[in-house]
């Protein structure tokens, strides 16, 4: 079974810190994403990478950076967050031609 | 770039009965829609997809249909049951450049007994 795992499932940080989430897949998949999840919002992509050390803006990448120095982990960084950064992030693996997982998410409070 | 709208917003129906849930797309390159479904503190699943070759597709209680001229397509559960209760999300991605998903904005799918 593919698994996508996220190094939290909750997250409580204050404003100004420097806050990392970390994303791992096992399987061999080019391409990793992250949402950001909001309610009535739907899934909005902040960045994505189709390759090691490759990566793309989505359509919400302001306040946000990622890393992506081996293929199966992604991680996304908040230089300095901010309370409008509350919200659940989820990770997502695809291959080039396939299916696109999910991880379970992670729930970021930004007090 | 893709747009991809949702309706409704939130569906609550008994159980058996058969639920609806509807996605228009702007995008006419677009050919690739699939379906997932997100249960409570999960990550959202794949349950069914179609591309733009096929009009319809089925498996088992669930049903997805395309209308490529309207820009339409439709997930459709019969006898729908509690567990079926969930938020369901459609996407579309084109096949021109990266392939990425662009979402709708959830349907919060409410089944009673």
């Known amino acids: 079974d593919v698994k996508v795992t996220q190094s939290s499932r909750y997250l409580v940080k204050r404003t100004g810190e420097k806050v990392f989430l970390e994303c791992v897949q096992d399987?061999?998949?080019?391409?990793m994403f992250w949402y950001r999840q909001d309610p009535g919002l739907g899934l909005r992509l902040i960045y994505f990478s189709y390759d090691v050390k490759m990566k793309e803006k989505g359509d919400i990448p302001e306040g946000y950076s990622v890393s992506r120095e081996k293929k199966e982990r992604f991680s996304l960084i908040l230089e300095s967050a901010s309370t409008n950064q509350t919200s659940m992030y989820l990770c997502?693996?695809?291959?080039?031609?396939?299916?696109?997982?999910f991880g379970p998410g992670t729930r970021l409070t930004v007090l | 770039g893709e747009n991809v709208e949702q309706h409704p917003s939130t569906l609550s129906v008994q159980e058996g009965d058969s639920a609806v849930i509807k996605c228009t797309y702007s995008?006419?390159?677009?050919?690739?829609f699939p379906w997932y479904k997100q249960e409570l503190g999960k990550g959202p699943q794949l349950i069914i997809d179609?591309?733009?070759?096929?009009g319809e597709k089925k498996d088992q209680r669930i049903a997805v249909t395309l209308n490529k001229t309207a820009k339409h397509f439709s997930l459709h559960i019969t006898e729908t049951q509690p567990e079926d209760s969930a938020v369901y999300f459609c996407a579309a991605s084109s096949n021109t450049g990266f392939q990425k998903l662009v979402f709708g904005t959830g349907t919060r799918l409410l089944v009673s007994p």
């Open positions: 179609i591309r733009s070759n096929v």
């Open positions: 399987m061999d998949h080019e391409n």
């Open positions: 997502a693996s695809r291959p080039t031609h396939g299916e696109q997982f």
């Open positions: 995008d006419s390159a677009s050919n690739y």
